[in-house]
């Protein structure tokens, strides 16, 4: 069997961070511990020099990592990464910030991966290079004359191409990407994006659903979804749910309806939009109290935008609490730092409501935690932004437009007032839609139709 080796900008490394790996991870060391495996990747440590990998091993998994220079990590994490691709493939062009060298730096560490992974590979490895940070790497691989199967997946979602042209260096990166042989997104809408692009940018020839021509080469695309593991994670909520944090959050409720949102601190998940809708629900139930707990674990602090976003949200919160507030009740709690999983799972089966409102998000896995982790007797209600990937999916939840306030405000009053039958047929249709999902399975579907076998066979 092949191994694989897996290419993104952070590395889970067994010692360090190998706790927090979020459910992807965990399913990519699981496939990659079956057939042996390499990650490499960036070690998440800023160094005065970066040079040669450091080596660990843990069963049948290598990992290989290279420390980014200060200016490395401004340039291309902080700078062109997050500051302007994740902005403009999100739809959000005004949030970017465009420096020049910040986009030659970008180009400069994806040809530093290239260069440090080239040696370490083998003639049947197949390669599986992960999102946004990396668009140059397949090209940067092919440069050095590596043929081995290589795969691209973009977690986040793509918009149409003058959306994407917005942003200052991403022909080439279109380009770029189009050096590997299987390409994977969220859903079939970036797919479609992001192969709209290619015809406009790349040159490339589309052929049908999944697959284009390019300098001769066949690229295929697909369509794979990230998931979560449903049944373990509702396991995970029935227990935690019967947990002190759980049992004092509810005591604390006094048996108003608690509405939830849960997401990392940052410009495309809605935060300030949600809060407005909040606002609009409690103005519009004089005297009927709720609850409404956020929690948004801060991230990407080095980049001004976030730091803008969380003092907006800041304001945001306190105006709300000062304006509808009494002495023995606010509307309104805003965490500002991250749970553990297990807790937020308990949370989420006590929430009436789970409030998912990104202006744009590739998938949203919290979205389908939300789902697993209800009382199927007595389910809450996902309201749900339309602009999730995760839409596609659950398209039994309540559909909002998040730029819309009072749409989002009567979505979330009818989630309130919603009758147990109708939130136990909407509940039963979005957990029939996850249920039989998993990350190895996410995983495993995408590394099938990377297989050398199925690339051979591909008619052109
Ligand atoms: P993210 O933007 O990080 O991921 P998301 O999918 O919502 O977004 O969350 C990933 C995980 O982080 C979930 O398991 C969630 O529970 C956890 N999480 C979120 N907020 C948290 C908090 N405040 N405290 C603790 N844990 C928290 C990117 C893309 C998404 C895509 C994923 C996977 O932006 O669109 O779904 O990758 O492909």
Redesign the pocket.
């Known amino acids: 069997m092949s191994r694989i080796v897996v290419v993104s900008n952070r590395v889970p490394l067994p010692s360090g961070n190998a706790g927090k790996a ?3 991870a965990v399913a990519l060391l699981g496939l990659m511990e079956r057939r042996g495996g390499l990650w490499f990747g960036w070690s998440g440590a800023v160094t005065e020099r970066a040079d040669a990998p450091a080596f660990a091993q843990r069963g049948r998994v290598g990992y290989a990592t290279i420390d980014l220079t200060d200016a490395e990590h401004r340039g291309y994490y902080s700078g062109y990464s997050n500051g302007v691709l994740w902005p403009m493939l999100h739809n959000l062009p005004h949030l970017m910030a465009f420096r020049r060298q910040d986009l030659e730096t970008y180009r400069r560490v994806n040809r530093r991966f290239a260069e440090h992974l080239a040696p370490l590979l083998r003639d049947e490895d197949r390669i599986w290079v992960h999102d946004y940070h990396l668009m140059c790497l397949p090209g940067c691989l092919r440069l050095r004359g590596i043929r081995n199967p290589t795969g691209f997946y973009l ?2 979602p793509f918009p149409s191409p003058d959306a994407a042209a917005v942003a200052p260096g991403i022909r080439g990166l279109v380009q770029d990407v189009l050096a590997a042989d299987m390409l994977g997104f ?1 859903t079939a809408a970036d797919r479609d994006n992001f192969a709209s692009s290619a015809v406009s940018f790349g040159g490339a020839l589309r052929t049908g659903d999944s697959t284009m021509l390019c300098d001769g080469r066949v690229v295929r695309l697909g369509v794979f979804p ?1 998931e ?1 593991a449903p049944r373990e994670f509702a396991a995970t909520a029935e227990f935690q749910a019967r947990s002190e944090s759980s049992r004092l959050l509810a005591k604390s409720v006094q048996g108003q309806a608690l509405l939830l949102g ?3 601190l ?1 410009p ?1 998940k809605g935060i300030p939009e949600r809060l407005e809708a909040f606002r609009r629900l409690v103005a519009r139930r004089p005297g009927r109290r709720v609850a409404f707990l956020q ?3 801060p991230s990407r602090e080095e980049v001004d935008a976030y730091r803008r976003l969380r003092e907006e949200i800041d304001l945001a919160a306190g105006s709300i609490n000062s304006e509808f507030g009494e002495p023995d009740w606010l509307p309104l709690r805003l965490l500002a730092r ?2 553990a ?1 297990d807790t ?1 799972a308990g949370f989420m089966r006590l929430a009436r409501v789970g409030v998912v409102t990104p202006l744009r ?6 979205a389908k ?1 939300y789902v697993a982790a209800q009382d199927p007797a007595d389910p809450g209600v996902l309201v749900l932004s339309r602009f999730a ?1 995760a839409a596609a999916q659950l398209g039994s939840s309540l559909m909002v437009n998040p730029h819309d306030a009072e749409g989002v405000a009567e979505a979330l009053q009818m989630a309130l007032d919603m009758p147990l039958a109708e939130r136990r047929a909407r509940w039963r249709a979005a957990w029939d839609a996850i249920a039989d999902t998993s990350p190895e399975g996410w995983g495993e579907r995408f590394l099938r139709s990377l297989s050398s076998d199925d690339l051979a066979a591909m008619p052109v």
């Open positions: 979020g459910g992807l977690h986040v969220q990230a979560i849960v997401d990392r940052d495309t929690i948004a674990a991250p749970q999983r937020l998000d590739g998938m949203n896995l919290v935690e990937g």
